[in-house]
């Protein structure tokens, strides 16, 4: 169970990771923040009325949800732009090194977990995989220190966006209402700042206007929604099994954004990159088997 859903997590995040960034090279990136996830919000919102989740709303859950939605668009803002100036098969891996450590480290910390010997091969051969699909180190044209500095804060933001979700979701009604909250707050938080920017002279829009978001409204809704049913996905993956493992498992998706990347956009694997993609999917059978 662990395992099916992480690797779902993996690939919802890499299918809304590309089409984030790919959409923030023709948009402003906190536009495709705001719609996005107000597209998300609006489904969700439809979904808690439907199965009565209101019901279960408490203090840990609240503070739980809102963090998560304050700390999200910071860190969605970060990578949308890192992967609009770099390549997406360097910044999503980079991101993904960080976004790992939190929840593992949360694993190890609150809950006690300490991973078995296969477990700990299987990470140690799943993060080395997915440092190398990305083609960090493996030379070519240099990664701007600005694109990878914005990675690692997005990094961090996921992971912990990703813990306090999980944390604040003990049953399923409970996980739509956390994500619920998470973006409402994600929309009203990265709503003000938007307008506070459009006060500055910062245009929201391109020089097409409105119409370049209504075009891609379509893609924008399936970014939030895949971003929304990836941590719905990792929740209850953190909740069959160790956290840990759901969290190096989850971490996968950046060897289908990298693919996405080659197929739509021409970005070539290196050598190091292919053999990356199959250590990745080895680590992944170590720590299904684990």
């Not at 489904?43 to 998560?68: K, N, P, Q, Y």
Request: proline share 4%; hydrophobic share 60%; charged share 10%.
């Amino acid at each position: 169970m662990t395992a099916v859903f992480a690797l779902a997590t993996s690939l919802l995040l890499g299918l809304a990771d590309f089409g984030g960034g790919l959409l923030s090279k023709r948009l402003r990136e906190l536009t495709v923040v705001v719609v996005s996830q107000g597209a998300a919000c609006a489904v969700l919102a439809v979904v808690v009325l439907a199965t009565g989740a209101w019901s279960e709303l408490d203090a840990r859950l609240l503070w739980c949800a809102v963090a998560a939605g304050a700390i999200g668009p910071a860190a969605m803002l970060c990578f949308y732009r890192a992967l609009a100036i770099g390549p997406m098969g360097v910044v999503s891996p980079v991101a993904t090194l960080g976004s790992v450590a939190v929840p593992v480290a949360v694993g190890m910390v609150l809950h006690g977990e300490r991973p078995g010997l296969v477990q700990a091969i299987g990470t140690l051969i799943a993060v080395a995989g997915v440092v190398l699909a990305g083609g960090v180190g493996g030379g070519g044209a240099p990664v701007q220190q600005r694109t990878i500095l914005l990675a690692l804060v997005a990094a961090f933001g996921f992971g912990a966006t990703m813990s306090l979700v999980a944390e604040a979701s003990p049953t399923v009604t409970g996980l739509f209402l956390t994500l619920f909250v998470q973006r409402f707050v994600n929309v009203v938080v990265g709503g003000g700042v938007l307008y506070a920017s459009v006060r500055k002279g910062t245009p929201a829009l391109p020089e097409t206007g409105i119409r370049a978001v209504w075009t891609a409204l379509p893609a924008l809704a399936f970014v939030g929604l895949a971003d929304v049913a990836a941590n719905g996905t990792y929740a209850v993956a953190a909740q069959h099994g160790p956290v840990t493992v759901a969290a190096v498992l989850a971490s996968l998706y950046p060897v289908v954004t990298a693919l996405a990347a080659r197929g739509v956009l021409q970005e070539r694997l290196r050598a190091a990159q292919t053999a990356g993609a199959g250590l990745a999917l080895l680590g992944t059978v170590l720590l299904a088997s684990g």
